[in-house]
């Protein structure tokens, strides 16, 4: 079956740089794109960029633009998100999700892995 | 960027019965190609979210004929008949029409 497994929760410090791993498995990971989406503490879901699998561009939204780069490792079937230069502001939790060109959907999404910043 | 506004907040409803979620987007989501890019979400309590309805009204793979999704151009709605336990969660609704994707601030489903 369809799944996407993102690595565990970070701890990090203001000014240190994470990455979180996605890795699909069950279906051929460079016919879909691959979404990120931001969840900070209690709030609504907010896309970040999505990377296309297939040529490895990565594409941002104005609020992800400059600290954050999606890259991928295809022989592992391997999306990552890295930020750099933490902020409190990045405290969140981070999904993958992939995307269906036809429906311009997510139609399926990564367990979510949480990052904390605190010094 | 295109504005996704939900309504209600949230809502309460006894099991069995029947609930409606408006979402309203600031642009119309018919795409050039003619289809509507607009889905609906499920986020079950300290779960990810998942999808429910694609392209305004098509049930996901494995979704139950109790969830429904209607609507055109700027204005949509997700009905909910009968109502069961594991519906709670809170609702979002997605566009896919314009870049940037962008989602509605979501609806708080609680069960009475």
């Known amino acids: 079956q369809i799944q996407l497994v993102q690595s565990g929760p970070e701890l990090k410090k203001p000014g240190e740089s994470v990455k979180i791993s996605c890795k699909a498995s069950?279906?051929?990971?460079?016919?879909?794109?691959m979404y990120w989406v931001k969840q900070a503490p209690g709030q609504g879901l907010q896309y970040m960029g999505w990377?296309?699998?297939?040529?490895?561009?990565?594409t941002y939204a104005d609020d992800f633009k400059g600290r954050f780069v999606f890259f991928l490792e295809t022989s592992a079937s391997t999306a990552y998100l890295q930020i750099n230069n933490l902020k409190n502001e990045d405290m969140a939790t981070y999904f993958c999700?992939?995307?269906?060109?036809?429906?311009?959907?997510?139609?399926?999404w990564g367990q979510g892995a949480s990052v904390t910043v605190s010094s | 960027d295109v504005v996704m506004t939900q309504t209600p907040v949230s809502m309460s409803v006894s099991l069995g019965g029947q609930v409606s979620i408006s979402c309203r987007s600031s642009?119309?989501?018919?795409?050039?190609?003619?289809?509507?890019?607009l889905s609906w979400y499920i986020q079950k309590p300290s779960q990810s979210p998942q999808l429910l309805i694609y392209?305004?009204?098509n049930r996901f793979s494995g979704i139950s004929d109790r969830f429904s999704g209607s609507g055109s151009g700027t204005d949509f709605t997700l009905k909910i008949s009968r109502v069961e336990p594991d519906d709670l969660g809170v609702y979002y609704c997605?566009?896919?029409?314009?870049?940037?994707?962008?989602f509605g601030s979501g609806t708080k489903l609680e069960i009475k």
């Open positions: 392209k305004v009204s």
């Open positions: 999700a992939r995307y269906v060109y036809y429906g311009r959907v997510m139609d399926a």
């Open positions: 642009q119309s989501l018919v795409h050039n190609n003619g289809n509507t890019y």
């Open positions: 997605g566009q896919g029409t314009q870049y940037p994707f962008t």
């Open positions: 069950g279906y051929t990971f460079t016919n879909y794109g």
């Open positions: 990377i296309n699998t297939e040529t490895g561009k990565p």
